[in-house]
Structure formats: structure tokens, C-alpha cells
């Protein structure tokens, strides 16, 4: 029921592409859905974020977009770089305030030149 | 602003050892947060803290212990150590304001043989 489950697991694309990361949830009392991007040796930073009142939200190249009634959501970027390379986490929240995060399990995005 | 500061950055303990993680940040934030980070595992959360002499237990608190004496520290006692506390453990910290975004260390990484 807390469960956030994310694939794929690792992602090539090359420069120029569209990177896609798919999240899944089961509980309906999740309110709030950030994405977190990690690089290595880093903690992770926020990326961007969505509350289930929109069905999609952009922010320069990133994208999430929403669906409610299949408890899904992703995250799209853009005209992808290299510099986009890292881990992708989605996370959710029931808690009010969004503060305690339940994190999916991560994609390695590697985005070659 | 220094942010989150985490110390130290490795640590090798032998089983049973004992130690403490240390966490402290610099942004006035009155939530903190310890999760451990496995691979393909995701984050998970360790235990919370909403401020000063108020903690909670998160989704993996067994085998850790934590305190909040202070605004700005929140360390992370592990107690007897065991080979599945191997991990990376980020602190962060947020506001205490809907939907603030956290702000992470750069974590530790724990080793236990």
C-alpha cells in the first residue's frame, strides 16, 4: 500500500533524446509527487514536483505528467544532455505537507554525447 | 549556507560496534530526516523529526536510534551493528511548510564486516 514502484530500472539515451521514467502507486491517500535527481556521490535535490489536482506540469525540459485514475505519474526530459546524466528518484506523500517521502527505487539515466 | 553537513563521509565498523552519525544543518529548518539508501532499493526513511525534542519513527527505524536537542543537529545512533545496516544514510532537512522541498547531505557510507 506505501509502495512507489519505478522503471525502468537503468536508461540509455542519446543526446537530443527523450528520456521517460514511469511511477506506479497503489494508495489513493498519496497527495503530493516529487521527483528527486541524484548524482553520484551527491544526496539527492529536487526536480520538480506535482499535486494530483493537475494532470501535468512542466519546468524547462522536464515534464511530469499525471494520471490519477491509473495511479500512474512520469517524468520526461527533453532534448536530453549528458549533463542530465544521473539517478532518478519519484517519490509520493500522504502526510499533510508532503514532508515524509516515499521513494521509488531509482533509474540510472545515462545520456551519451 | 552550508546546508546539510553529514560526518563523517565512510566508516567501517565491525559487527556490534557502535557509532553516531552526525547531521547538522545551517537553514533554520525544524523538519529533519535520516533515510538509508541501498541499491535498487530506493530511499527509505529511518526516523523523522518535526523540531527541537520531537522525533518519530519512519518506515525502517529497527537498530537505530535518534535525538533532537537541538534546531540544527539530529544525529543517528546506530547500537550494535550488523551487516544490514550497510548503507549510504542521507539527513536532510525542510521547512516546515506544505510541500517543501528537502534538502540533502552528501551522505555517509556505512560499512559493516
Known amino acids: 500500500q506505501q509502495q512507489v514502484k519505478q522503471s525502468p530500472q537503468s536508461l540509455i539515451v542519446q543526446k537530443g533524446g527523450i528520456s521517460i521514467i514511469n511511477c506506479a502507486y497503489e494508495n489513493t491517500a498519496f497527495d503530493y509527487f516529487p521527483w528527486y535527481q541524484q548524482f553520484p556521490g551527491k544526496g539527492p535535490a529536487l526536480l520538480i514536483a506535482?499535486?494530483?489536482?493537475?494532470s501535468e506540469k512542466k519546468e524547462g525540459r522536464f515534464t511530469i505528467s499525471f494520471n490519477k485514475s491509473a495511479k500512474q505519474f512520469s517524468l520526461h526530459i527533453m532534448d536530453s544532455q549528458p549533463g542530465d546524466s544521473a539517478t532518478y528518484f519519484c517519490?509520493?506523500?500522504?502526510?499533510?505537507?508532503?514532508?515524509?517521502?516515499?521513494f521509488g527505487e531509482g533509474t540510472q539515466l545515462t545520456v551519451n554525447p | 549556507n552550508a546546508g546539510v553537513t553529514q560526518t563523517p563521509k565512510f566508516r567501517i565498523l565491525k559487527i556490534g560496534q557502535s557509532m553516531t552519525l552526525q547531521c547538522t544543518q545551517d537553514m533554520n529548518h525544524n523538519y529533519m530526516y535520516w533515510y538509508r539508501q541501498d541499491p535498487g532499493m530506493g530511499l527509505k526513511l529511518i526516523y523523522y523529526?518535526?523540531?527541537?525534542?520531537?522525533?518519530d519513527k519512519g518506515e525502517v527505524p529497527n537498530g537505530y536510534n535518534v535525538s533532537r536537542s537541538t534546531t540544527e543537529d539530529f544525529p543517528l545512533r546506530l547500537e550494535l551493528a550488523a551487516p544490514s545496516q550497510t548503507s549510504v544514510y542521507f539527513c536532510a532537512s525542510s521547512y516546515s511548510i506544505p510541500w517543501a522541498p528537502l534538502h540533502f547531505g552528501n551522505g555517509t557510507r556505512l560499512t559493516v564486516t
Open positions: 506535482i499535486r494530483p489536482d493537475v
Open positions: 523529526s518535526v523540531g527541537a525534542g520531537i522525533t
Open positions: 517519490a509520493a506523500s500522504m502526510d499533510e505537507g508532503g514532508s515524509r517521502l516515499t
